[in-house]
């Protein structure tokens, strides 16, 4: 079974660190459902903002999971596979926590990526 994550990544060049992004779509709205829908509010909200520094999931070196409930685990495991096809995968951390800023959370994720050299064309 693979982890899911790399114990460790080596990153070079400049960084891009996205705050803890929680299930709230653009226009406020929350995602409604489970833990999968939510964890696919939050991965597609750190792919937006990582698209705003030029980067992508291909270049994530780190991510960090904040869970309201550590059985919501595979579910976002699940909805990560999804978005980062790439290997090797990010190194990461998890952790359970009693609550987040909003009840309606379940998950927040933050994210550290590479920005990959421009080339000239």
């Given at each position: 079974?693979?982890?899911?994550?790399?114990?460790?990544?080596?990153?070079?060049?400049?960084?891009?660190?996205?705050?803890?992004?929680?299930?709230?779509?653009?226009?406020?709205?929350?995602?409604?459902?489970?833990?999968t829908?939510?964890?696919?509010q939050?991965?597609r909200?750190?792919?937006?903002?990582?698209?705003?520094?030029?980067?992508?999931?291909?270049?994530?070196?780190?991510?960090?999971?904040?869970?309201?409930?550590?059985?919501?685990?595979?579910?976002?495991?699940?909805v990560?596979?999804?978005?980062?096809?790439?290997?090797?995968?990010?190194?990461?951390?998890?952790?359970?926590?009693?609550?987040?800023?909003?009840?309606?959370?379940?998950?927040?994720?933050?994210?550290?990526a590479?920005?990959?050299?421009?080339?000239?064309?």
């Amino acid at each position: 079974m693979s982890k899911g994550y790399s114990t460790a990544v080596v990153a070079k060049g400049p960084l891009v660190f996205v705050s803890g992004q929680v299930p709230e779509a653009a226009d406020g709205s929350v995602a409604e459902g489970d833990a999968t829908e939510q964890a696919r509010q939050v991965f597609r909200n750190i792919e937006a903002a990582l698209a705003e520094h030029g980067t992508g999931f291909r270049h994530t070196v780190k991510l960090t999971y904040y869970l309201r409930h550590i059985a919501d685990l595979a579910a976002v495991r699940a909805v990560l596979a999804e978005f980062l096809v790439h290997r090797p995968r990010p190194a990461s951390t998890l952790v359970e926590v009693s609550g987040l800023l909003d009840s309606r959370y379940l998950l927040e994720i933050d994210a550290v990526a590479t920005i990959p050299e421009r080339t000239e064309g």
